[in-house]
């Protein structure tokens, strides 16, 4: 299309059919602008014409080559393909998100479910396990108050599917104290070593596994990190139950027979296969409660606990009572300590419900008496309980009991002692200390004092050798040297050093192997957690350790 240049200004001349009002110089410099608007739009209608564009790829005051296809002018014609032939079809509208907030912390549940179904007998069998239960189902989702609000908040943080916030029904009954068999423990049910590559610190004053915050944010880098290897949220669950590199060698089977290789083709444990179909059971009867005629208890979307910063050591004991809380509450959110004190150190946040934390932080402000009664001692030899105890002011049986030392057991150098404040000891944990604590403990040694006779013949090397002693200490026993003569029916002091017991040796040896954490694990061992699992298998104890 060629266009003359147009004039900036111009003015149409008025028509004589209509009354119009005198032309001021203002309005016919408006009415010029709008007609060479006009053709400006013109002008970019015809730029974008397939010539045009054309015309445009060769670049200004280029030519089109000879021989090349001429561009189209706008009286050109296109040929068309025949139009197809008009039929009925069903036509959908998108779903409609709604804007109204969710009504409690289980419709915000639902709103977020994005993994897809599964549907097999295994879960209708695990459908029937939990409504035939309703006490359990009961007790389980009450539990689950002071911890979903925060499980959810991170869910949805991440982008993640919702169904990732109902694993702890699944794993531990949101009982974050529940330890397995398999010695994994806290709400998500880590086991050592995993817990140990996520940074969940185990040690004698405190495990992270059991830390509401710190195991949540493990838990779902872990299931990240495992979605991202398999590419399936089923096979990560499995995973994040089995071992991902056990259900990597089991997918591998399957490619090297030419098997599908999903959640329901691979060969697991039975535990394992019943895994996502538990999960599914329990996002059915959330999904549908009146379906399968479950009441869920109110649970308000509205966080439970506020986080509080520490900056100083301070007593369990002080923290419930200027929080107004018992301290069964205030360790049912704070599970992961283990002591009668908090160390700033290592755990420098404590979680309170959301108004005990407001009268907590104004209290606080107005104590002005110690805020801790305890600290910690490292061992700096070993020694035996009694001799720890005079070492550090205690009672014997205090410090036994506060660190959970069994009777006839020695605490070896090195070994993390919690004691009583004093002028001596009166100083906050350190952080090497909190973090790294350990106990390790050795059966007390028993001293028995006899005699022997000398036989004909009899050395103090010979008799030495044939009562298990150096000769140089049967020689010290008895005021000789070691190469003094003896006569045959002499009678020698014998002194013979021996642990408590064969028994307490085999136990001694272990415990100087790992921490008292795995003795605590035995005391506070959950009777829930076999409710939730009662038929265990030896593949859970390789759980997670791939």
Same mark, same amino acid.
């Given at each position: 299309?060629?266009? $003359?240049?147009?004039?900036?200004?111009?003015?149409?001349?008025?028509?004589?059919?209509?009354?119009?009002?005198?032309?001021?110089?203002?309005?016919?410099?408006?009415?010029?602008?709008?007609?060479?608007?006009?053709?400006?739009?013109?002008?970019?209608?015809?730029?974008?014409?397939?010539?045009?564009?054309?015309?445009?790829?060769?670049?200004?005051?280029?030519?089109?080559?000879?021989?090349?296809?001429?561009?189209?002018?706008?009286?050109?014609?296109?040929?068309?393909?025949?139009?197809?032939?008009?039929?009925?079809?069903?036509?959908?509208?998108?779903?409609?998100?709604?804007?109204?907030?969710?009504?409690?912390?289980?419709?915000?549940?639902?709103?977020?479910?994005?993994?897809?179904?599964?549907?097999?007998?295994?879960?209708?069998?695990?459908?029937?396990?939990? #409504?035939?239960?309703?006490?359990?189902?009961? +007790?389980?989702?009450?539990?689950? @108050?002071?911890?979903?609000?925060?499980?959810?908040?991170?869910?949805?943080?991440?982008?993640?599917?919702?169904?990732?916030?109902?694993?702890?029904?699944?794993?531990? $009954?949101?009982?974050?104290?529940?330890?397995?068999?398999?010695?994994?423990?806290?709400?998500?049910?880590?086991?050592?070593?995993?817990?140990?590559?996520?940074?969940?610190?185990?040690?004698?004053?405190?495990?992270?596994?059991?830390?509401?915050?710190?195991?949540?944010?493990?838990?779902?880098?872990?299931?990240?990190?495992?979605?991202?290897?398999?590419?399936?949220?089923?096979?990560?669950?499995?995973?994040?139950?089995?071992?991902?590199?056990?259900? @990597?060698?089991?997918?591998?089977?399957?490619?090297?027979?030419?098997?599908?290789?999903?959640?329901?083709?691979?060969?697991?444990?039975?535990?394992?296969?019943?895994?996502?179909?538990?999960?599914?059971?329990?996002?059915?009867?959330?999904?549908?409660?009146?379906?399968?005629?479950?009441?869920?208890?109110?649970?308000?979307?509205?966080?439970?606990?506020?986080?509080?910063?520490?900056?100083?050591?301070?007593?369990?004991?002080?923290?419930?009572?200027?929080?107004?809380?018992?301290?069964?509450?205030?360790?049912?959110?704070?599970?992961?300590?283990?002591?009668?004190?908090?160390?700033?150190?290592?755990?420098?946040? #404590?979680?309170?419900?959301?108004?005990?934390?407001?009268?907590?932080?104004?209290?606080?402000?107005?104590?002005?008496?110690?805020? $801790?009664?305890?600290?910690?001692?490292?061992?700096?030899?070993?020694?035996?309980?009694?001799?720890?105890?005079? +070492?550090?002011?205690?009672?014997?049986?205090?410090?036994?009991?506060? @660190?959970? #030392?069994?009777?006839?057991?020695?605490?070896?150098?090195?070994?993390?002692?919690?004691?009583?404040?004093?002028?001596?000891?009166?100083?906050?944990?350190?952080?090497?200390?909190?973090?790294? $604590?350990?106990?390790?403990?050795?059966?007390?040694?028993?001293?028995?004092?006899?005699?022997?006779?000398?036989?004909?013949?009899?050395?103090?090397?010979?008799?030495?050798?044939?009562?298990?002693?150096?000769?140089?200490?049967?020689?010290?026993?008895?005021?000789?040297?070691?190469?003094?003569?003896?006569?045959?029916?002499?009678?020698?002091?014998?002194?013979?050093?021996?642990?408590?017991?064969?028994?307490?040796?085999?136990?001694?040896?272990?415990?100087?192997?790992?921490?008292?954490?795995?003795?605590?694990?035995?005391?506070?061992?959950?009777?829930?957690?076999?409710? #939730?699992?009662?038929? +265990?298998?030896?593949?859970?104890?390789?759980?997670?350790?791939?």
């Amino acid at each position: 299309m060629t266009l $003359a240049s147009a004039p900036t200004a111009f003015h149409p001349p008025p028509d004589p059919s209509r009354n119009h009002p005198p032309l001021t110089q203002s309005s016919g410099r408006l009415a010029g602008l709008v007609w060479t608007l006009g053709l400006t739009l013109l002008i970019a209608g015809c730029a974008g014409s397939p010539a045009a564009r054309q015309t445009n790829q060769a670049g200004a005051g280029s030519t089109v080559p000879s021989g090349s296809p001429q561009p189209a002018t706008a009286s050109s014609s296109y040929n068309h393909p025949p139009l197809s032939t008009i039929v009925s079809a069903q036509a959908s509208a998108p779903p409609v998100v709604t804007l109204a907030a969710p009504e409690d912390i289980w419709d915000r549940i639902r709103r977020g479910f994005a993994m897809a179904d599964l549907q097999n007998d295994l879960v209708r069998d695990r459908e029937q396990w939990y #409504i035939s239960r309703p006490d359990y189902m009961q +007790r389980m989702t009450e539990r689950s @108050n002071r911890y979903l609000f925060h499980i959810v908040e991170e869910v949805e943080r991440r982008n993640l599917p919702m169904e990732l916030a109902l694993l702890p029904f699944i794993e531990s $009954a949101f009982n974050p104290q529940a330890v397995s068999s398999a010695r994994a423990a806290g709400m998500w049910q880590f086991m050592p070593a995993t817990g140990q590559s996520f940074d969940l610190r185990q040690n004698a004053f405190r495990d992270d596994r059991r830390d509401v915050l710190a195991s949540t944010r493990a838990a779902l880098d872990y299931l990240e990190q495992l979605h991202g290897r398999f590419g399936d949220w089923h096979l990560a669950l499995a995973a994040y139950n089995w071992g991902q590199g056990n259900v @990597n060698r089991a997918i591998t089977r399957n490619q090297r027979a030419g098997l599908p290789t999903g959640y329901t083709d691979i060969d697991m444990p039975l535990e394992t296969r019943m895994y996502v179909p538990k999960l599914q059971a329990v996002k059915n009867i959330l999904a549908r409660p009146e379906s399968f005629n479950a009441q869920l208890p109110p649970i308000g979307n509205h966080p439970f606990f506020d986080t509080l910063t520490l900056e100083r050591d301070i007593d369990v004991a002080l923290i419930a009572r200027l929080a107004e809380v018992s301290e069964k509450d205030f360790r049912a959110l704070n599970p992961s300590i283990k002591q009668p004190i908090v160390m700033a150190a290592g755990t420098p946040y #404590i979680l309170l419900p959301w108004d005990n934390a407001n009268i907590f932080e104004r209290r606080l402000a107005e104590y002005k008496g110690p805020l $801790a009664s305890w600290t910690a001692w490292v061992v700096p030899s070993t020694m035996t309980a009694a001799q720890a105890a005079s +070492r550090v002011g205690m009672s014997e049986s205090e410090l036994r009991a506060v @660190n959970n #030392i069994p009777p006839r057991m020695q605490v070896r150098a090195g070994s993390s002692l919690l004691v009583a404040r004093s002028d001596q000891h009166n100083r906050d944990v350190s952080e090497f200390v909190a973090d790294n $604590a350990s106990l390790s403990l050795q059966p007390e040694a028993i001293v028995r004092r006899g005699s022997v006779i000398v036989r004909a013949g009899d050395t103090l090397s010979r008799l030495a050798a044939r009562h298990g002693v150096s000769a140089s200490n049967l020689a010290r026993w008895n005021n000789l040297r070691v190469s003094s003569k003896l006569k045959a029916g002499q009678r020698l002091s014998l002194v013979k050093t021996q642990r408590s017991s064969a028994v307490a040796a085999k136990g001694g040896r272990k415990m100087t192997q790992k921490s008292t954490q795995a003795k605590g694990k035995s005391v506070k061992r959950s009777t829930k957690k076999a409710t #939730i699992k009662p038929t +265990r298998t030896a593949s859970k104890k390789k759980a997670r350790k791939n």
